[in-house]
């Protein structure tokens, strides 16, 4: 036994030191395997790319030049094709390539795109309607490959007076602003190659083409804008659809006013026939600044007023309707409710935001395409003369009995034809880039299908809303039931708006003064909204005098501290957190970075990584009651099921479970006593990124 014992003893040490090393071994070389792993980078365009005129272009084009300088850890391929467009319906399509193909067969991390500068040609540009959208597709082709690429696209290089028929002024005047917005659309990066040249003709022999040195300056503008993206490049891809910049700018809006304000006010009523006489609307004592000032104090980020809600009346100077403030008695007829709060908002910092009802009581060509031009006209004058505007707010109740310039009488309309909303849309992204829209199917922001301010408990930023017979959606046609969850597969991006009055009706009347929501209502719907990966859009109807009623201002304040109590200190911070898993062992994805202030660092796990854990020690004791998470939703909405347990000393006790976390998920529950809390992420369409844990 004891010579057994020994054998086995001696070959026992040995082997585990052997498993010890060996496990080492393969874990360095694991990580250093992700770490070292190659990363990919397709650079796509025309012969600017390809180094058409660059002597030895194998070695000296920008993509030759961009392989020397990042070493072999990178490989860089040039698909660049001489005379190739954007446009499809250009000369050379890029898109009939075989390179299109083999782009995607490369698998790569990064795609860079410089096209356009061929797009300039008369016989191309005469199509110059189409570059954003076939751009647009154009991405979508790199988006859908395996790898999820990092998408760059490029102001391309000036071209010099030449005879190809190349034209700068196009690239100024069209191109850059073209490009730009497409990088807002989706999302993507955006390398300028124009500036670095400004003045720099000696580098454009043939005044197209960038000479060595040219194609120099290409690889090291790009170099330094990849070397700072690297912990970018190494993120998890992300899982689409995902927001665009406008949207993620909304989405942290979270909290913002409505205002319900017209004839309504004086007539009592909250659907006005649109035979209300002009002289009826005399708020006496308006004060913008009164009204903005509570919504500021109340931790609001912006107001949005009904500048036309169904009865016609405009609140504003109209050049093209008598049916507004102009015949109004309340300041002669000279008043401007929506420049004043326009102005308001500006002085105290909120954000702007416009209601134009498309139903329009008033109107005698309401139902007829006529009127479809004089929507427009409004909407470009709201759109263009009261500075940033935030958000516009297309109701979707449409048509029905009105006034409609003395004919009176019912006047339905298709809700899915009518409006040509597509159009309309338009004028909107012409307008105020920036601006995101609301209606029952986006473009930008849904409704969540209630008018009671919460979002479901699953709630989805994604959704594909639906016909109510399952054919082509329109604002105030889709089974719009479905809105408070979204769907988990959903074609597109449309975060959800959560719309409610403080007091039961939309305008102010004086018989709802003591039905004014208590500001524990208020709190639990903001759980339910804001809570709930959504926005709370709280309307608070200004009363006669044009002024917010006492009531409701003491709501919103007694509103604004209970929220200021429960997220007064955050007992996460300067707790020690750590992961199952992170990513690449990379600090740029530790869990760190849910701690930090910075919500665009955060936790990610390795792509195959899809459940996973994060530990929060307090190393005490603390007292537990809600615990707030975000997802970094800007690579897309992932997770779909977790819980939150808390440890007590002796055992893991479950605080809290849900689905979706999206933007935001704050999850109440009674006080707990714990040292610990662990985030158990059970199900997620894709590697968990995690970029904000609160502890309360
Ligand atoms: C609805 C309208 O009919 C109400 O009057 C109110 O404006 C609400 C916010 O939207 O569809």
Not at 611 to 628: M, Y
């Amino acid at each position: 036994m004891h010579f057994q014992g020994m054998t086995l003893n001696i070959p026992n040490v040995i082997n585990r030191k052997l498993i010890y090393c060996i496990v080492a071994i393969v874990l360095s070389l694991h990580a250093s395997a992700q770490t070292d792993r190659v990363i990919k980078i397709a650079c796509i365009g025309n012969s600017i790319t390809y180094g058409a005129g660059i002597q030895d272009r194998e070695r000296n084009s920008y993509p030759a030049q961009l392989q020397q300088m990042f070493g072999k850890r990178w490989e860089v391929r040039n698909f660049g094709l001489n005379g190739r467009t954007l446009l499809k319906k250009g000369d050379y399509p890029y898109w009939n390539e075989r390179e299109l193909i083999e782009v995607k067969e490369f698998n790569p991390n990064v795609v860079i795109i410089m096209l356009g500068t061929n797009d300039t040609k008369p016989w191309n540009w005469k199509y110059k309607n189409e570059f954003v959208s076939d751009y647009e597709k154009f991405i979508d082709e790199f988006q859908k490959i395996e790898s999820h690429p990092l998408i760059y696209i490029c102001i391309p290089v000036p071209a010099f007076p030449g005879d190809w028929g190349i034209r700068d002024s196009i690239i100024r005047v069209d191109i850059i602003p073209s490009i730009k917005q497409i990088q807002r659309e989706k999302n993507v990066s955006l390398i300028d190659l124009y500036t670095p040249f400004t003045g720099k003709s000696e580098l454009f022999p043939d005044e197209v083409h960038p000479n060595q040195d040219g194609a120099r300056l290409i690889a090291r503008e790009i170099y330094n804008i990849l070397y700072q993206d690297y912990h970018l490049i190494k993120s998890p891809p992300a899982i689409y659809p995902i927001p665009t910049v406008r949207q993620l700018e909304w989405q942290n809006l979270e909290y913002y006013c409505f205002l319900h304000f017209t004839t309504n006010t004086f007539t009592d009523k909250e659907w006005g026939y649109g035979d209300e006489p002009e002289s009826i609307f005399n708020p006496v004592e308006f004060d913008a600044e009164q009204i903005v000032r509570v919504v500021k104090d109340a931790g609001m980020k912006g107001l949005i007023i009904t500048a036309k809600h169904h009865d016609g009346f405009c609140l504003w100077q109209s050049k093209y309707t008598e049916h507004s403030v102009k015949n109004s008695l309340w300041r002669d007829g000279k008043g401007d409710v929506v420049e004043d709060l326009s102005d308001a908002c500006k002085k105290y910092g909120l954000k702007f935001g416009v209601y134009l009802s498309p139903w329009d009581r008033n109107h005698r060509d309401y139902g007829k395409s006529e009127y479809l031009e004089y929507y427009r006209n409004q909407l470009r004058e709201l759109l263009t003369n009261y500075g940033e505007i935030f958000e516009v707010w297309f109701d979707g109740a449409n048509g029905g009995d009105g006034y409609y310039g003395g004919e009176h009488g019912t006047r339905m309309i298709d809700r899915k034809t009518y409006y040509d909303w597509k159009e309309t849309w338009k004028i909107v992204r012409e307008l105020q880039p920036n601006a995101v829209m609301f209606s029952d199917v986006g473009p930008d922001i849904r409704w969540v299908g209630n008018e009671n301010g919460y979002a479901g408990e699953t709630c989805w930023s994604l959704y594909g809303p639906a016909g109510k017979q399952n054919d082509e959606p329109a604002p105030g046609y889709t089974k719009y039931k479905e809105a408070i969850e979204g769907h988990r597969d959903g074609k597109l991006w449309l975060p959800a708006e959560c719309d409610v009055s403080i007091r039961p009706g939309w305008f102010y009347h004086e018989r709802e003064d003591t039905l004014v929501k208590s500001a524990k209502k208020l709190f639990d719907l903001y759980l339910q909204s804001v809570g709930r990966n959504g926005s709370l859009l709280l309307n608070i109807p200004p009363d006669r005098r044009g002024r917010f009623n006492k009531k409701d201002i003491k709501v919103l304040m007694e509103f604004k501290k209970l929220r200021d109590a429960a997220f007064a200190s955050n007992l996460a911070k300067g707790a020690n957190v750590t992961a199952s898993n992170y990513r690449y062992n990379d600090i740029h994805f530790s869990p760190d970075n849910v701690l930090d202030d910075d919500k665009n660092s955060y936790w990610a796990t390795d792509d195959s990584v899809i459940s996973a854990s994060l530990l929060i020690d307090f190393k005490r004791q603390i007292t537990v009651e809600s615990v707030l998470l975000q997802e970094y939703i800007a690579l897309g909405q992932r997770i779909e099921s977790f819980i939150v347990d808390g440890w007590d000393g002796k055992a893991w006790k479950i605080l809290s479970s849900g689905t979706t976390i999206g933007h935001k998920r704050i999850l109440a529950f009674s006080e707990y006593k714990v040292s610990k809390i662990r985030l158990n992420i059970i199900k997620s369409k894709s590697s968990p990124v995690i970029s904000n844990v609160e502890v309360y």
